[in-house]
Nanobody, 124 residues
Framework: QVQLVESGGGLVQAGGSLSLSCAASGRTFSSYAMGWFRQAPGKEREFVATISWIGGNTYYTDSVKGRFTISRDNAKNTVYLQMNSLKPEDTAVYYC?????????????????WGQGTQVTVSS
């Protein structure tokens, strides 16, 4: 069993930055690929970024490329999402997810464990 706890959300003005963290329990964290997803009110959950088990491979949805960076520290069982140049359309609840595979994935159904989410609000 893996438990994921996100933190770092909040309110920021457009153009600002936020850094999200996701702390994972479990000794096999380093064997899991990780992902970040988000869900805005009235919309479906969408993929944001993913990182492979040792961080060698990353992939982003087009709307965040060049602005967001996903990274991980396996020694700390933590994955991060650095968000720069934030836009009002980035407003959503952001979820951390873990899949029991080493490779990246962009579909929510490929992830087995989910955090409770953290709210990110970007004002214009």
């Amino acid at each position: 069993q893996v438990q994921l706890v996100e933190s770092g959300g909040g309110l920021v003005q457009a153009g600002g930055s936020l850094s999200l963290s996701c702390a994972a329990s479990g000794r096999t964290f380093s064997s899991y690929a990780m992902g970040w997803f988000r869900q805005a009110p009235g919309k479906e959950r969408e993929f944001v970024a993913t990182i492979s088990w040792i961080g060698g491979n990353t992939y982003y949805t087009d709307s965040v490329k060049g602005r967001f960076t996903i990274s991980r520290d396996n020694a700390k069982n933590t994955v991060y999402l650095q968000m720069n140049s934030l836009k009002p359309e980035d407003t959503a609840v952001y979820y951390c997810a873990a899949r029991t595979e080493i490779g990246t994935a962009i579909r929510a159904r490929d992830y087995r464990y989910w955090g409770q989410g953290t709210q990110v609000t970007v004002s214009s």
